[in-house]
């Protein structure tokens, strides 16, 4: 069993535990949080929970999972030297400290509120030394079968192509949501389309799967849109948006 | 069984035909297209097609599946009186014709090479009498339980609702997609994260579902996403969404 310590108990930090502890492979020893942590959180993840560095466990693994600006500050706190310690950032670089650096990224959206199916998440490994990726790759796929390794700098763009097909497709489904309730409309009309919307691309590409007025040329329903959204902060994003499409699939507007 | 004939087969007629050939409550007489159909797509429907109006035979409901610039055109060629006659548009109004007029909305994506289970899509109806509608949702109900009462003003709501949920959402597919191929990380890495997070607001509602860097205030990543679209047509994208997001969430920038 590989003895871990889960430093950061955000959105991610709550879920790689929950993971860890559903791991065979994982002996999930503490975790650290900066604040105390709440008693019925604690007591759903069933592990010690400390909020001071010196009570850290010796470990083989370290995952940070803190804001990337303190990350590297974290990383120093650990009293202990050669272990292997992993950020869980998509964005930062491998470290360069005296421990053993890696990245332990695990490729999804967490919210704590959300259950999730660990057995179907991406995660993303790097490290500095051969024997370091061999750890962290039994780890993680204890875990989940779809384990990659990645460099800093794809790891970097899979972060940016998912803020677009995570975090902006989320604020899309914002403005269809807004755009529903000002008209009397249950949200859940748009569910089947959604679904479909995400489940189309697992058997076309998205270019062959892309459908709607900015692609039929279709400038009476772009038109009567455009006004529909006169009054709202949505009109620039409809208008951009439908601009990229035209663009992208050579129509013209 | 309600005598039926569609007219149009784009997407949305292709798609309607095969779901009125699954529905025990409909007879699909005819689909009439302006072009001849490929063989291989006639015998896939197994009904008689026409390309010409003389031919359209008596039917009980006219479903007309063509682009809405031509739908009132294509309505008065039809050669029978007082029978139902449904547009499919997100868009255009009830006709006022010398038909029974209505509208006959399946509210999801459709591209002829992609399967559909037409029983999880909603089909939003409207009519300018009480007995049209009821035939008509006779026959909805017979290929989906989800059917729904809509007016004009709220289908064209929908259907903007729509294109932000689904067309603009395929289009942020494309763009990942893209930077994906740029930097040689094959898309299936992101499928995991793209079905979470159409599956997640169904027990969320989108504004708790957000995650992401414009929501986290976190400046330095979106800093360093900005510089990484530098070359790219997407940079003015990222930029809008980004700041909608933070506008919305009340997230300092």
């Known amino acids: 069993m590989i003895k871990t310590v889960i430093i950061g108990f955000g959105n991610v930090g709550f879920h790689l535990a929950k993971a860890c502890k559903l791991a065979n492979e994982i002996d999930l020893l503490q975790i650290y949080n900066r604040s105390e942590v709440e008693a019925n959180e604690q007591k759903e993840i069933g592990v010690e929970f400390i909020s001071n560095f010196k009570l850290l466990k010796k470990a ?68 500095n030394q051969k024997k370091t990726f061999t750890t962290l790759e039994k780890m993680a796929k204890s875990i989940s079968p779809n384990v990659y390794s990645i460099s800093t700098e794809q790891r970097q763009e899979l972060h940016l192509s998912a803020v677009f097909v ?59 849109h455009l006004t529909q959204l006169e009054k709202t902060n949505f009109k620039d994003i409809y208008q951009q948006l439908t601009n990229s499409i035209a663009k992208k699939h050579g129509t013209k507007l």
Chains 1, 2 share one sequence.
């Open 60 to 127: 083989d693994v370290y995952i940070v999972s803190v804001k990337d600006d303190v990350v590297a500050n974290v990383v120093q706190q650990i009293p202990f030297a050669n272990k292997i310690v992993a950020h869980t950032s998509g964005s930062l670089q491998l470290l360069n400290t005296k421990q053993n650096d890696a990245v332990f990224y695990p490729l999804q959206t967490f919210s704590k509120n959300k259950l999730l199916n660990y057995k179907t998440i991406p995660i993303c490994l790097e490290a």
């Open 166 to 224: 995570c975090n902006f497709v989320n604020h899309l489904y914002v403005i269809g949501e807004e755009i529903c309730k000002q008209h009397q409309i249950p949200f859940e009309i748009l569910e089947a389309l959604i679904e479909e919307t995400a489940n189309k691309i697992k058997t076309l590409s998205p270019v062959e799967a892309q459908t709607g007025p900015a692609l039929r040329h279709d400038q009476k329903t772009i038109t009567r």
